[in-house]
C-alpha cells in the first residue's frame, strides 16, 4: 500500500517539477526575444511549447537512460522498491522547489545540474561512492565545460563572418 502512494507522490511530483523545469526553461530560452519585443509572449510560448515537446520526443529517452542506467552503478539500483521511491520523492521535491524559488527570485540556474547533483546526492546516501559511475559524472561534467566554451567559438565565429568586410 505505502507503495502505491509513494508512486503517486512521485507522479504529483514529477508533474511539478515538470511544470517548474518548463518555466525556467521558457524564460532561459525566450526571455530576451520576448524582453527586447522582437516576438510576443505568446509567440514565444508557442515556440518553447514545440521545440521542448520535440527535444521530448527525440532526446528525452537518451536523457533518462543516462541519468538513470549511466549515472549509478547497479547497487543503486537493486535496493528495495520503497527506498526508491522514497529518493525519487527526495529528488523531485528538492528540485521542483529549487527550481521554483529561482524561477521566482529571477535567477539563471541550470536544471541539468540541479537533478543530476540531486540524484548523485541520492547514490551517496544510499550506496555511498561506490554507487556513483565517476566515468560518467566526469562526462556529464566535461559537456557543462565544453558546451559553453564551444558556444562561445561559435558565436566569435559567427559575428566574424556577419561582419566580414565582404569587398
Known amino acids: 500500500?505505502?507503495?502505491?502512494?509513494?508512486?503517486?507522490?512521485?507522479?504529483?511530483?514529477?508533474?511539478?517539477?515538470?511544470?517548474?523545469?518548463?518555466?525556467?526553461?521558457?524564460?532561459?530560452?525566450?526571455?530576451?526575444?520576448v524582453g527586447s519585443g522582437?516576438?510576443?509572449?505568446?509567440?514565444?510560448?508557442f515556440i518553447a511549447a514545440i521545440m521542448e515537446l520535440a527535444g521530448a520526443v527525440f532526446f528525452g529517452h537518451q536523457v533518462a537512460d543516462t541519468l538513470t542506467n549511466g549515472l549509478f552503478t547497479p547497487v543503486v539500483l537493486h535496493q528495495?522498491?520503497?527506498?526508491?521511491?522514497?529518493?525519487?520523492?527526495?529528488?523531485?521535491?528538492i528540485c521542483g522547489v529549487g527550481l521554483q524559488w529561482a524561477n521566482r527570485f529571477g535567477l539563471p540556474v541550470a536544471s541539468s545540474h540541479g537533478i543530476v547533483g540531486a540524484l548523485l546526492g541520492f547514490a551517496l546516501v544510499v550506496a555511498g561512492t561506490n554507487g556513483i559511475n565517476w566515468q560518467k559524472v566526469s562526462l556529464?561534467?566535461?559537456?557543462?565545460?565544453?558546451t559553453?566554451?564551444?558556444a562561445a567559438v561559435m558565436a566569435w565565429l559567427g559575428i566574424k563572418v556577419i561582419y566580414r568586410d565582404w569587398e
Open 80 to 93: 528495495p522498491v520503497a527506498e526508491l521511491l522514497i529518493g525519487m520523492v527526495a529528488v523531485l521535491f
Open 38 to 45: 522582437a516576438i510576443s509572449w505568446r509567440k514565444a510560448i
Open 140 to 146: 556529464i561534467a566535461g559537456a557543462w565545460v565544453i
Open 1 to 33: 500500500m505505502i507503495q502505491i502512494v509513494l508512486l503517486g507522490l512521485v507522479g504529483c511530483l514529477a508533474i511539478y517539477f515538470a511544470m517548474m523545469l518548463g518555466a525556467n526553461d521558457l524564460a532561459n530560452s525566450m526571455g530576451t526575444s
Open 148 to 150: 559553453p566554451l564551444l
